[in-house]
């Protein structure tokens, strides 16, 4: 994956000496990462690049693109959101991810964050249990042109193993416990970031390595996050 460093211009992004003049929603990605992305902590290049070029006005409702870039979430329908930018970005940097990575993607959304990985790693397999949305992210992302991202609907708590193994696994669902199946379909050394419900009823946002016979999990911080959904 080849991208370029980034610098904040006001109006303008600058890439190596060129200026690009920025309409009003580039503006407001820049703006967005940032105030939001970096000055928060995100340095991961690639996760700031991905961020820069997604557009994420085009993964939320009509009636929401003007709120697209603010800080937090935002509904998409069918009682689910699209993730606050930082989230997102947090996530994404969380499973040190490379460009040849295969990557599982579990709570496809409107397809934004699949669309961030999209733009960093070899592959993408996304899974959403809600067929509406599913459908909808399927054809917004093959509009928008991201051939290296594949969406099915199904339960995600299953995974998807004959895509199997994956480099690294997403969760953008709160679930009670780490899925098994979803640990038998990562690579030895693969990494998986996903939103735990503990005992006191608090989601942690947890990383997980697998390392041989070894799971190795660390609780980041509390989030919210609309539950792991499961087919009856």
Known sequence: MIYKSLF?????????????????????????VKTQLQDRGIKDPLTLYAMLNVPRHKFVPKNLVEHAYRDGALPIGSNQTIS?????????????????????????????????????????????????????????????????????????????????????????????????????????GGRMVIPVGSNDNITYLVSVLKKKDRVITKNLFPVRFVPFTRKQ
């Open 8 to 32: 904040v211009c006001g109006l303008t992004i600058c890439f190596a000496g060129a200026v690009i003049t920025q309409d009003d929603q580039d503006f407001k990605r820049e703006q967005m």
């Open 84 to 188: 606050q930018p930082y989230i997102v970005a947090y996530m994404t940097e969380t499973l040190k991810l490379k460009s040849t990575d295969r990557v599982l993607e579990i709570g496809t959304g409107s397809g934004y964050q699949a669309a961030v990985l999209g733009k960093i790693v070899d592959s993408v397999f996304t899974i959403e249990i809600i067929q509406d949305l599913a459908m909808s992210a399927k054809s917004r992302l093959e509009n928008l042109g991201y051939d290296n991202i594949t969406v099915k609907c199904g339960d995600g708590y299953h995974g998807w193993p004959e895509k199997a193994p994956f480099d690294a696994i997403m969760v953008t669902a709160g679930a009670d416990s780490i899925p098994q199946p979803l640990l038998d379909q990562l690579k030895n």
